[in-house]
């Protein structure tokens, strides 16, 4: 049975397992150990039958503004809606915190596209929160800012945005 739960820091090996050959074939930006215990809260992780099959995690990034980061599956399990029920998870943890938009940045647009991200070209945030996330230290922040520091980072997805 599948179930998304909140991550534990016990699940950070799965987590990293799971990563590996993403981060190889360049779909996922590997990040170190540290980084995920780090972040461990921000993170769900989906289980089937007791063994962890996927994470992701929301970023808030602003008031109203938050990012769905490293969306991912096993690739044992791909296409049987274990993404959609994290990324539902995911979208109904951002509510709750009063966020109003959810960025990502993806390879997977059409998956995407079926939960009503659209992708986006420009920076859609006011001159005077432009002014505040630039000073952030966060490379999430920087890519979804389009800053050229972090260009050689994106890997070349797309920029997506949903209101919710």
Wanted: glycine share 6%; with cysteine.
């Amino acid at each position: 049975m599948l179930s998304i739960r909140s991550a534990r820091t016990s699940d950070v090996a799965a987590i990293n397992k799971i990563a590996a050959p993403l981060i190889a074939d360049r779909v996922l930006l590997g990040k170190e150990m540290v980084e995920l215990y780090e972040s461990i809260q921000e993170f769900v992780v989906a289980e089937l039958d007791g063994v962890v099959v996927g994470f992701g995690a929301l970023h808030v990034m602003w008031e109203d503004l938050a990012e769905v980061r490293t969306l991912a599956v096993d690739r044992q399990h791909l296409r049987h809606g274990i993404g959609a029920a994290m990324l539902r998870e995911l979208l109904e943890r951002a509510k709750l915190l009063g966020i109003k938009r959810v960025f990502c940045l993806t390879f997977e647009t059409q998956f995407f596209q079926s939960h009503g991200f659209v992708e986006i070209s420009d920076i859609p945030v006011d001159p005077d929160t432009y002014a505040e996330l630039v000073r952030s230290h966060d490379e999430g922040v920087a890519e979804f800012l389009d800053l050229a520091r972090v260009k050689q980072n994106t890997l070349g997805n797309s920029r997506m945005l949903k209101q919710l």
